[in-house]
């Protein structure tokens, strides 16, 4: 009789998993069968047909069926509920579950026709803004001193976004931030408590320690950063018309894998939808110049005029 492997419970995105794979940074839940989770989560032996086809390419998109393979691992999502992943010889687990939390679920989201944003999210008084950007472009700052101002913490680097009822609801990931190794070690951080998740960039998961939620809140504002020149001035604006349609679609979390197919009907359209709901904006600061101040005030009047 084989063993029976331990199960682990956790809510993420608005969503019940059940997994095989024990996630430290995950809020837990109380105990739920496989047919009651939204999410299952297990290793498995994929089939031979997909280890064929990693020869010709690396991943695939489907609207029932999805599967990636790299390094560490391969895992197959199918029907927008079931992730099965086998760990490769050398791949460390570690590395397995960060790949799974990004590109798994996201694959699994997308599926469902939910899209899965690469930003920092953030909520007060029940009203979500995302704040996205590329490295460098200030949204750890940005995100920090909004949360010394009363926002707390939805996400630190990929949210869930669907229609509900007519509005966009935002559905938060985990109570914890991504760090460097040189922002960690000018903290006072209890390292026993972080998690390292990133040799590639030496970064750690740190615990937030303010009020945290599973509930998904209104987003009513999306701010995009991006850095300009030196001796540019400061821009604040509101993204308009089909811009607003780009901004989207250019911070999927699979945006990288998806290439044009980003810009697919099927994903275009859920694009378009959030982007006829949801409020943009621009702000892009002259690089090496403090506009912290300028950028926070900016964000805290969008989000009270939402």
Sequence with gaps: MGETKQRFYYGIYGKTIVSDLYFPQLVVLPELTEEEADIVIRAGVLPPELKELEEQKRWEFGDTVSWLSNLTCRFLVENGRTITYELKDGGKEAALRNYLLGFGLSMLHLQRGEMSIHCSALQKDGKAILISGNSGSGKSTTTAALLEQGFTLLADDVA??????????????????????????????????????????????????GPFTLDGKELCAFF??????????LRMEEIVGIQKLHACVNNLFLRRLM???????????????????????????????????????????????C
């Design 160 to 209: 869930v976004v669907r229609e509900e009822n007519g509005r966009m609801i935002c559905y938060p990931a985990f109570p914890y931030q991504k760090l460097c190794r040189n922002v960690v070690e000018q903290g006072d951080y209890d390292m026993q408590k972080l998690i390292y998740i990133n040799e590639d960039k030496d970064k750690f998961l740190v615990p937030y320690e």
């Design 224 to 233: 995009y950063l991006g850095v300009m020149q030196p001796d540019a001035t």
């Design 259 to 305: 290439g044009e197919e980003r810009y697919s009907p099927f994903i275009g359209s859920r694009c378009l939808e959030i982007a006829s709901k949801v409020r943009m904006f621009f702000i892009g600061r002259p690089d090496g110049a403090d506009t912290l101040k300028e950028r926070v005030n900016y964000i805290t009047k969008q989000w009270k005029n």
